[in-house]
């Protein structure tokens, strides 16, 4: 049975749960063997004595981390749609199985996670007999996937997505080839302040097709504005946040009317619990209630 979900997003851009930290990576550099004419080499020792005392040590950092452990969808009326129950390793935060149940309880698939050198690479998902449908498989760069190709049951290669980096690994390019290698699109991302603030979206000739503009205030998306490959407005969605906590999206058409909605019901720690989809009248499309599990973490920061 195929889900009637009537909204689908995906969301590029927005609260994030846990932040990639940035490590600080410090050289001590030490001096040279010869020593400079007339230059006391008691004190040259006391100096490089200093300076190991002066290095600080690693900071370790604890953090905690919410993971969503089921998913449950409804229709307008309140009726189940599906039931998504995610399992995750030990107290770690690697999703080992996903498990999708239909309305009924009854199993429609299930995707199987492999790791290798601490990152996911490739991700399995099987009907209700337990035939193979799809396989994505990762592959990484410096700890940052770079291609994620889908193939079907058969082994064959379906789509391949590939993505490009800056120096401070922040994606750049996103390309978008067919199973035949031949490229169907491409977008390229802009930053300013470590934010994307400029999206661009070519088709496989160059000509822009699209062109998304994000503003932010205190590090929080405030308004993403959608123009088409000529920067003709189509339309515009603005964000509200309470304690830091995303509580609403609306999206705008051009003229300002409103086109649909998304209401956050969130927990003490800024997590989703309900998500509700309106549209333009706030009559009810679709609802997702979501549960969590919550991992602490650790990680390392270099001392200057």
């Not at 994505?136 to 193939?151: C, F, K, N, V």
């Not at 490009?164 to 067919?178: A, S």
């Not at 515009?236 to 019901?265: D, I, M, P, Q």
């Amino acid at each position: 049975m195929l889900s009637r979900r009537s909204v689908m997003r995906i969301r590029c851009a927005g609260k994030i749960s846990v932040s990639a930290a940035l490590v600080l990576l410090i050289l001590l550099m030490l001096s040279g063997c010869a020593s400079a004419p007339g230059v006391d080499s008691a004190a040259e020792i006391k100096e490089e004595e200093t300076a190991v005392l002066e290095k600080k040590e690693p900071t370790v950092v604890q953090e905690t981390v919410f993971l969503v452990e089921e998913e449950r969808s409804f229709f307008s009326d309140g009726v189940l749609d599906e039931r998504r129950l995610n399992t995750y390793s030990g107290e770690g935060t690697e999703l080992l199985e996903t498990l999708i149940y239909n309305s009924e309880g009854v199993l429609t698939e299930k995707s199987v996670a492999e790791y290798g050198n601490g990152n996911m690479v490739s991700m399995t998902s099987m009907n209700a007999d337990g035939e193979i449908v799809s396989i994505h498989r990762y592959s990484y760069q410096d700890g940052r996937m770079i291609e994620d190709r889908l193939y079907n049951g058969k082994e064959e290669l379906q789509t391949l997505l590939t993505w490009e980096c800056d120096d401070e690994g922040r994606k750049t390019r996103w390309n978008i080839f067919n199973g035949s290698g031949a490229l169907l699109a491409y977008t390229l991302y802009h930053y300013e302040d470590a934010y994307p603030v400029r999206i661009e979206s070519y088709n496989p000739a160059g000509v822009l097709q699209e062109l998304f503009v994000n503003e932010y205030a205190d590090g929080r998306l405030q308004k993403m504005t959608q123009y088409d490959g000529k920067d003709t407005l189509v339309s515009y969605t603005t964000s509200r946040y309470e304690s830091g906590a995303l509580v609403e999206e609306t999206v705008h058409r051009k003229n300002g009317a409103v086109r649909r909605k998304t209401l956050f019901e969130n927990d003490a720690d800024g997590n989703p619990l309900k998500i509700i989809y309106l549209d333009a009248s706030n009559n009810v499309l679709e609802v997702l209630e979501r549960s969590y599990i919550s991992r602490t973490i650790s990680r390392t920061i270099e001392q200057e």
